[in-house]
């Protein structure tokens, strides 16, 4: 089912933004990467900035990736999920390391999903996926514009099986090139993805 | 022939880069702020803005006014100098700094504080609050330093929107305050006013971690959230500069996501309070 066959370059990063109901999205997509997964994915999730960092802990015993909450300038590694810390936002350098920023909070939130995907289409141009899942506001819809202008892939969940529909939604009319999918058809195609990934027997 | 596409395709963020990477070069060279080695990413959405809202069409057009015209500068350093803190930010440093690192303290006569990257002075009342707190303010000299000049400004007035106290308030009783913090504020039309007593004895001054030396000996540094927006080799350098300035076994403390841990000096310091961020140069 993948498209991307014909592109030269392959895949190099996912990027996910979720808000309201993200915990269980996530769930049914985290969990089913194998270990050798061969591409970074990078999260946020919008969450109290005075909660304790939970997501990374809480991740990482569920599934085969590895999973960690996102350092300031580390260096980016495939199979691996990063969580963008609470209370800051995730950047993506251009030679592929982390930066975190304490800078003002995007339609209220820090972390802010268009931070964390403007700065990764500026790094991984149509190299990159973006994802936008369930969520109860706006962001990540100007994000994910971004990331279709600099060639990227854009891909939204159905906002018929999402808990909350307004993310979703504002990144759809944003986007529209957007493909709209379940969450069990992006699990079947981010699998594939990382299937037909040339780094994948070559890194594990 | 043709211009480039205005499209936001990858030919024209070639453009932009160009653009920020002579901005910044121009910035340097006319009025000595260096922001060439600071983590690009968010440099760049902040010039994004800068050219969004100051209502340039591109960044060299707003390149040539900020060259020309030495007023531009301070408005375009409010894009470029992230100016967010709170008072009592992480409540739990400020605890450990009082279990931790007071106790140390309390063992020198005199005592030199530096808040580096200050900000408009949130942290730096926070530290003079819980100086006075533990009765250690009379014998301590405060230096606030930050390179933005607006901010400094701010930091020295101490005027707050009052809506913001309610949160400082929390922060503060969570980091272990023994007093109340209206003891130190008044309020009056929205604002909330830090009493001047508390800058009788802070040096405020124009200081970068890019391109200034080492000015006293410290026996605690307090950097948080400022070298997140430098690349590796620019934190290295401040680290250092941090190292050459400490007393033997004075105490550095760094925002919640910042550490040693890739910085070359990482063996020049021990962890205090690993959680929070507090190192302790090691003697040599
Ligand atoms: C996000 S604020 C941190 C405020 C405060 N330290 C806190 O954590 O709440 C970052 C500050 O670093 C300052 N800064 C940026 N570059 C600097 C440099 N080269 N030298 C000193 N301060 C710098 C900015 O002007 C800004 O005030």
């Given amino acids: 089912m993948s498209d991307r066959s014909h592109q030269a370059l392959p895949p190099e990063a996912i990027v996910i933004g979720a808000s309201a109901g993200a915990l269980q999205a996530l769930s049914e997509l985290l969990p089913l990467l194998p270990a050798d997964y061969p591409l970074p994915i990078l999260i946020v999730v919008h969450i109290r900035p005075d909660r304790d960092s939970v997501l990374a802990h809480l991740f990482q015993s569920k599934c085969a990736i590895s999973v960690r909450e996102a350092e300031d300038k580390e260096p980016i590694q495939p199979g691996t999920a990063y969580f963008a810390p609470p209370d800051y936002h995730l950047l993506v350098e251009q030679d592929h390391t982390l930066s975190l920023s304490s800078e003002e909070p995007v339609f209220f939130s820090r972390p802010s999903i268009d931070v964390l995907f403007e700065s990764a289409a500026d790094a991984y141009g149509e190299g990159l996926t973006g994802l936008v899942l369930t969520g109860a506001n706006q962001d990540g819809a100007l994000g994910l514009k971004t990331i279709v202008d600099a060639g990227g892939t854009a891909i939204v969940q159905n906002p018929q099986g999402a808990y909350a529909t307004a993310m979703p939604e504002a990144a759809i009319a944003q986007c529209p090139q957007a493909k709209i999918m379940t969450i069990e058809d992006i699990s079947a195609y981010l699998l594939d993805l990382g299937r037909n990934h040339p780094g994948r027997n070559s890194r594990a | ?284």
């Fill in chain 2, 1 to 284: 022939m043709s211009e480039e596409p205005v499209s936001t395709g990858l030919l024209s963020e070639r453009v932009e880069d160009i653009e920020i990477h002579l901005l910044l070069e121009g910035l340097y060279r006319r009025y000595h702020y260096d922001f060439r080695n600071y983590a690009q990413a968010s440099i760049k959405r902040r010039l994004r803005q800068a050219r969004e809202q100051l209502g340039y069409r591109s960044i060299s057009a707003l390149q040539h006014d900020v060259l020309h015209d030495p007023d531009m500068l301070p408005r375009l350093l409010s894009y470029l100098t992230v100016q967010v803190s709170e008072v009592f930010r992480d409540p739990s440093y400020f605890k450990a700094i009082r279990e931790k690192v007071i106790p140390h303290l309390r063992t020198y006569p005199s005592l030199r504080i530096w808040i580096a990257g200050c900000s408009t002075g949130e942290e730096l009342y926070s530290f003079v609050i819980l100086f006075r707190e533990e009765g250690l303010e009379q014998r301590t000299l405060f230096y606030a330093t930050d390179i933005n000049q607006d901010a400094l400004a701010k930091a020295e007035a101490g005027i707050y929107d009052l809506d913001r106290f309610q949160l400082f308030t929390e922060n503060h009783r969570k980091s272990g305050g023994k007093s109340s913090l209206s003891d130190y504020y008044t309020a009056a039309y929205g604002k909330g006013a830090f009493d001047k007593s508390l800058r009788n004895r802070v040096v405020f001054s124009d200081h970068s971690l890019v391109t200034d030396a080492v000015f006293a000996e410290m026996h605690l540094i307090s950097c948080r959230n400022v070298l997140i927006y430098f690349d590796r080799p620019l934190q290295d350098r401040a680290v250092g500069l941090f190292k050459d300035s400490l007393a033997r076994k004075g105490f550095l403390g760094l925002g919640s996501k910042e550490s040693l841990r890739f910085s070359q000096h990482t063996a020049s310091f021990s962890e205090l309070a690993p959680g929070d961020k507090i190192y302790q140069r090691l003697d040599r």
